[in-house]
C-alpha cells in the first residue's frame, strides 16, 4: 500500500489549493480517505475525512467549509480542496488510508489508530 501526495506550495491568504493523493496496493473506493495536517507547534490533526463506500464527509469543526474531500475512486486519486486560505492552515498535510470503511469509525480511534497506511507529507505555507 502506498500513497503519495502533492500538490503543496506557497499561497497568499484567501487563495484555494488542491492537493491530490494517489494511492495504490488497495482500492480507494473500499476504504476511509482523511487528511491530516501538522502545523507548526501543534499537534496533528485531521482536517477532513471521506467514507469509502458511501463518500459521507466529516471535516474539521471549525473549518467553516474550507475543507473539501474529493474522490475520484475509478483513478484512485483522492483530492483536497482548500479555499479562502488562511496563514494558520500553514503546514504539512499528510493522506492517510482508514482502517475502515467509514470515518465514523476511523474517527473513533485515538491518536489516529484509525488510519494505517500514510503518504508523505505536502507542504503548505500560506503567506503574503
Known amino acids: 500500500v502506498q500513497l503519495q501526495a502533492s500538490g503543496g506550495g506557497l499561497v497568499q491568504p484567501g487563495g484555494s489549493l488542491r492537493l491530490s493523493c494517489v494511492v495504490s496496493g488497495y482500492s480507494l473506493e473500499d476504504y476511509v480517505i482523511a487528511w491530516i495536517r501538522q502545523a507548526p507547534g501543534r499537534e496533528r490533526e485531521y482536517v477532513s475525512c471521506?467514507?469509502?463506500?458511501?463518500?459521507?464527509?466529516f471535516d474539521k469543526e471549525d473549518a467553516s467549509g474550507r475543507f473539501t474531500v474529493i474522490r475520484e475512486n475509478a483513478k484512485n486519486t483522492a483530492y483536497l480542496q482548500i479555499n479562502s486560505l488562511k496563514p494558520e492552515d500553514t503546514g504539512v498535510y499528510y493522506c492517510?488510508?482508514?482502517?475502515?470503511?467509514?470515518?465514523?469509525?476511523?474517527?473513533?480511534?485515538?491518536?489516529?489508530?484509525?488510519?494505517?497506511?500514510w503518504g508523505n507529507g505536502t507542504q503548505v505555507t500560506v503567506s503574503s
Open positions: 492517510a488510508k482508514g482502517r475502515f470503511a467509514y470515518c465514523a469509525d476511523a474517527l473513533g480511534y485515538g491518536n489516529f489508530r484509525g488510519v494505517d497506511f
Open positions: 471521506s467514507s469509502g463506500k458511501d463518500g459521507r464527509r
